[in-house]
């Protein structure tokens, strides 16, 4: 009962953090708004998070799972079966995504541009989900018949990332706009391999 009791302490902590960060940013809200959200004590709160960046480290453990895992990659592989066709896939995605009034922005931008510190864990652990994307988008790639997956998943990542960011500044159509330059870029990448081959 009383693992259970814990269990439930940090789970509200952490499912208030969450909402606050995703919508807030991580800066903006202090330990004393989670707690007051989260309904517990602060001595529960730091008996499960010793510092506000253990919080953090948890949180964006849960938004890759969330948000990578089950929400982006899922809707992808809904949209799509080829691989080309799911690269593209991300922009109506995300064009859905960016319609929604609760259209919030990307928590690993957000907080990688709120860190300053290099070597600070936080950035690391930033740093280190949005190469799990990468990851995904290289499978992609490769799936697709791109000879240099790892760069084009760093082009079709900056496409993302900066579309998300001009949603952010009001472009609700700034997917379709990334999906027109995505198209080119990977037109080029295919003819590129195909003319690389030579007839026989």
Known sequence: MAEQVAGEGRERVLSAAYELFSQQGVRAVGVDTIVARAGVAKMTFYRHFPSKDDLVLAFLERR??????????????????DPGERLLAIFTVFDEWFQRQDFEGCSFINLLLETIERDRPTRLATVGHLSNIRIFLRVLAEGAGVTDSDDFARKWHILMKGSIVAAGEGDRLAARRAAQVGELLLRSELDGRRQAVPSR
Do not use: D
């Not at 890759?64 to 079966?81: C, G, I, N, R, S």
């Open 64 to 81: 890759e799972q969330l948000w990578t895992q089950q929400w982006l990659e899922t809707e992808v592989k809904k949209h799509a079966t």
